[in-house]
């Protein structure tokens, strides 16, 4: 009897607490804390005062809502009070990728005046804005004398837009001009700023899909070796992620570049599943003209200098400019190759027969036959 008593309150306890794990399970939106206390409307209202109003001919969002932790919340709500004043997606906005422990933050674009309203946001326990700042930031006008350059300068110094006044200020200059291709503008929501970096992987991209098509059934693995800020926008434009095995980063030393005797950019293999052949197409990026042609003067501050070589990069009539892009290489190579290309211990130079393996010189420095004749003769057939 005493058994049954205690075996039946067992079973109560049970069903109760089966039933509180299913209720706690079926509540919706539990995972943030939202107050909704009209944030958004806050943050797009106290931009309006400080620009006007806003439109589609003279406005530019800059945000990264959504990646700072479970600042996705706010997104129905940004997007109600976007759209709520004719603001359109693909002319309006750049909603940049973060890291997770990122503010939530907002740049706010006014491009008659030049003037730029940023606006940082606190959220979970108590919503508010908790910076605002706004300066002009047509670079016409920064440039104009040493005296507004060395102003600006200090602004970049104290962080006036909280260390992101190179992303901005580039971003909506180059918005301004009107010639911003979207596709670019699509890298740099990965990227997160603009650079030269990003912009010679644009044109290396391009390059690749006008002299290789990505017709069907082609693919292309990228050995992104040197690495640097180019690398985005392959992994957005071709899908080449790491996680499924379409890009590999890594590093060379300042005598392997040498050796290479240009300015390597990195190994592009072309997969044509349909022709059945894989090619390793090797490419050098010489900034050398970019430098001479982009009007930048010796001395110029790095955001001056950088923002007119991403000018210059973005005129599609300077992307067949000579030296710039150039093939060292086309290998044909196998699966096997590939796979050997991929691994941690090689240097895939090396695989390819350009780099020797010992001392990482350049063959033909030794009075040895050269590029593509080194060590793989026997698994490799070099093209012109
Ligand atoms: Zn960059």
Not at 104 to 118: I, K
Request: charged residues 20%; negative net charge; hydrophobic residues 40%.
């Amino acid at each position: 009897m005493m058994n049954n008593i205690v075996t039946r309150a067992k079973m109560i306890l049970l069903l109760c607490l089966a039933a509180l794990v299913f209720s706690l399970g079926s509540v919706p939106g539990m995972a943030a804390e939202y107050e909704n206390s009209g944030l958004m409307t806050q943050v797009f209202a106290a931009a309006e005062t400080e620009l006007g109003d806003m439109g589609p001919e003279n406005t530019l969002i800059i945000t990264d809502i959504g990646s700072p932790a479970e600042s996705y919340v706010y997104l129905d709500d940004f997007y109600a009070e976007f759209y709520g004043r004719d603001l359109q997606y693909t002319k309006n906005l750049l909603v940049l990728q973060n890291s997770r422990n990122s503010p939530l933050w907002f740049a706010f674009f006014d491009r008659d005046s030049g003037n730029c309203t940023y606006i940082e946001v606190s959220y979970g326990a108590g919503e508010e804005i908790s910076y605002k700042v706004t300066e002009n930031i047509n670079f016409e006008d920064l440039v104009s004398d040493d005296d507004s350059k060395a102003s600006w300068n200090e602004k970049v110094g104290a962080k006036v837009f909280n260390g992101r006044e190179f992303a901005i200020l580039t971003i909506s200059n180059a918005w301004a001009t009107g010639e911003f291709d979207y596709e670019l503008m699509q890298c740099l929501e990965v990227h997160n700023h603009f650079c030269p970096g990003v912009s010679s992987g644009y044109v290396i991209a391009n390059w690749m899909e006008e002299n290789y098509p990505l017709e069907a059934g082609v693919s292309y693995t990228v050995f992104s070796c040197p690495n640097w800020c180019k690398e985005d926008v392959f992994v957005k434009r071709w899908d080449t992620t790491p996680g499924k095995g379409g890009i590999w980063v890594s590093a060379l030393t300042d005598e392997e570049k040498v050796a290479l005797g240009v300015a390597p950019a990195g190994i592009f293999v072309v997969t044509n599943r349909t022709a059945g052949t894989m090619q390793a197409v090797v490419l050098s990026f010489d900034f050398a003209p970019v430098n001479a042609k982009c009007g930048a003067q010796e001395g110029d501050p790095a955001w001056v200098s950088k923002y007119l070589m991403d000018l210059w990069l973005m005129d599609k009539d300077n992307w067949d400019e000579e030296g710039m892009v150039s093939e060292i290489a086309v290998i044909d190579i196998n699966e096997a190759i590939l796979n050997e290309m991929k691994q941690a211990d090689t240097n895939p130079y090396v695989v390819l027969g350009l780099l020797n393996p010992a001392g990482a010189v350049n063959p033909s420095k030794n009075g040895i036959p050269g590029i593509g004749q080194w060590m793989n003769n026997n698994k490799i057939k070099q093209n012109a």
